[in-house]
């Protein structure tokens, strides 16, 4: 009779997920699926509010990328309401965002991540974490905390809260940077650089020491899509819309306004969260991934010296046009690491960051605007139609791990016909189904818009029947 396994919940991953996997008659596996449990709805509950309260609003979305929900949708007011935001203010804005990356790529590559790949994947559960990781290397683990506090530290000095700062505003930014702020934040700066490339090199060791199966796992051609600059750069705050095929060549650039010509959205009984998917290539064809990986396969250059030469030397190292390894997530992370670190540094050393007009008046009409930014997980979209009074009449949002969603229930299928077989899963196993999600550091509250704990299950069913579980 066929089965079904479950893992719930999965873990080191923010939101709670589950993993359903079919067995057949014969006990391979069928198919899996990864679910998202949890709804909030902040679409809804966002209209009948004025358009200059959503960046306030929609941060509370997510704890950990709230700058990005603000920022996205502080662009989406000024679209909407025709706001030309100052040099001075774009550039701060900017700044705030690179601290927003860097704080949350070095949570999920050092806190997250770096347990499966320091540790290894069959490592006891118990040591497996980020005090198994200063055990056994300590300047590692001191390191992602620097680069997560400086991250941090730079989002407080301009919005005086590490968390939810009081910062972006429909035209513009509510204040300048203090100086002495950004002089001491250069100097805390200093050191990084060189933490991340070494951490780059510690990483390229590991991915040489590891086995074929666990490198591969979850290794399948999929699009990739992220903003890019005008010259096709690297761009996080700013820029058009470009989805690649899974050779690298360009299916689409388009300005970001634009995004219902080329995304359509499903949904699935089975799961809160929606799949997008490329139009012309229509839902089974169409999938493609953002974040990390997805930008530096989509760009045509990195403006930044040090991150640029790592860049290079890591589209070298592709098999093919582009990577199409999942577990490159990690290094593409620390890569764009070393891109915020310089990024931040250039600023900071911007006079417009210290001077000039911070905001413009903003004045409502009634119409739709779209924001677009590069979140720390990939591309964030926000749109709000308005009516002449600036009251919100509707909402919708794609989150970064919405676009990912599809090509995570493809990893987890394809880590299931690698490393499944038989009725029972052994831990070490159970680690690799959750490590596929967590490559794309999925952030599930934030994309499904739902209140949660961080856990994931997966269950093993087969001919209809619930044969094993396992839950944290």
């Known amino acids: 009779m066929s089965k079904k396994e479950v893992i ?18 014969d006990g391979a596996v069928e198919d899996a699926q990864f679910h998202v449990t949890e709804f909030r709805g902040f679409e809804e509950f966002v209209e009948g509010r004025p358009i200059w309260e959503m960046p306030e609003i929609t941060a509370r979305i997510c704890g950990i990328c709230p700058v990005s929900h603000q920022l ?29 990356v860097l704080q949350s790529h070095a949570l999920s590559f050092f806190y997250l991540s770096s347990p499966d790949l320091v540790l290894g994947y069959d490592a006891d559960p118990a040591e497996r974490n980020i005090e198994g990781v200063l055990e056994e290397n300590p300047e590692l683990a001191e390191r992602g905390i620097d680069l997560r506090s400086f991250g941090q530290n730079v989002i407080a000095a301009l919005g005086e809260k590490k968390v939810h700062p009081d910062f972006a505003v429909a035209g513009g930014v509510s204040n300048t940077l203090d100086r002495e702020d950004g002089e001491d934040l250069l100097e805390e700066s200093e050191p990084l650089p060189t933490y991340l490339r ?26 990739y899509m992220g903003l890019v600059t005008g010259e096709g750069g690297l761009e996080h705050y700013d820029g058009d819309i470009r989805l690649v095929d899974e050779e690298g060549d360009r299916l689409e650039e388009i300005d970001d306004g634009a995004y219902r010509d080329i995304i359509a959205e499903r949904a699935k009984e089975w799961s809160y969260l929606k799949f997008p998917y490329y139009k012309d290539r229509g839902f089974e064809d169409g999938q493609y991934r953002v974040g990390p990986l997805a930008r530096l396969n989509a760009v045509d250059d990195v403006s930044t010296p040090q991150a640029r030469e790592e860049w290079v030397e890591f589209m070298d190292a592709a098999e093919g046009p582009v990577h199409e390894r999942s577990t490159y997530y990690h290094w593409a992370r620390l890569i764009e690491m070393l891109y915020c670190v310089e990024r931040i540094q250039e600023l900071l050393e911007d006079d417009d960051v210290y001077e000039g007009m911070t905001n413009v008046p903003t004045k409502p009409k009634a119409g ?27 909402a919708n949002f794609i989150v970064a791990t919405t676009h990912n969603n599809g090509a995570m229930n493809r990893g987890v299928l394809s880590a299931a016909e690698k490393f499944v077989d038989g009725p029972e899963i052994p831990e070490g196993i159970l680690n690799k189904m959750e ?15 739902s209140i949660g704990e961080m856990p994931l299950e997966v269950t093993l069913e087969q001919d209809g029947e619930t044969i094993d579980e396992i839950s944290r």
Do not use: N, W
């Open 368 to 394: 739709t605007g779209v924001g677009v930014i590069e979140a720390p997980r990939g591309t964030l979209i926000h749109e709000y139609t308005i009516d002449d009074g600036g009251l919100v009449e509707d």
């Open 8 to 25: 719930d919940p999965v873990t080191r991953v923010e939101g709670h997920g589950k993993i359903t996997i079919h067995l057949d008659d």
């Open 435 to 449: 490590s596929v999600i967590r490559c794309y550091d999925p952030c599930l509250s934030c994309s499904t818009h």
């Open 198 to 223: 070494e951490t780059i090199d510690l990483l390229k060791g590991i991915f040489e020491d590891m086995d074929p199966d666990t490198l591969d796992y979850a290794t399948y051609p999929t699009g």
């Open 72 to 100: 996205a949708a502080a662009k989406a007011a000024d679209d909407v309401m025709d706001a030309d935001v100052p040099e001075g203010a774009h550039k701060l804005r900017e700044l705030l965002h690179m601290g927003q």
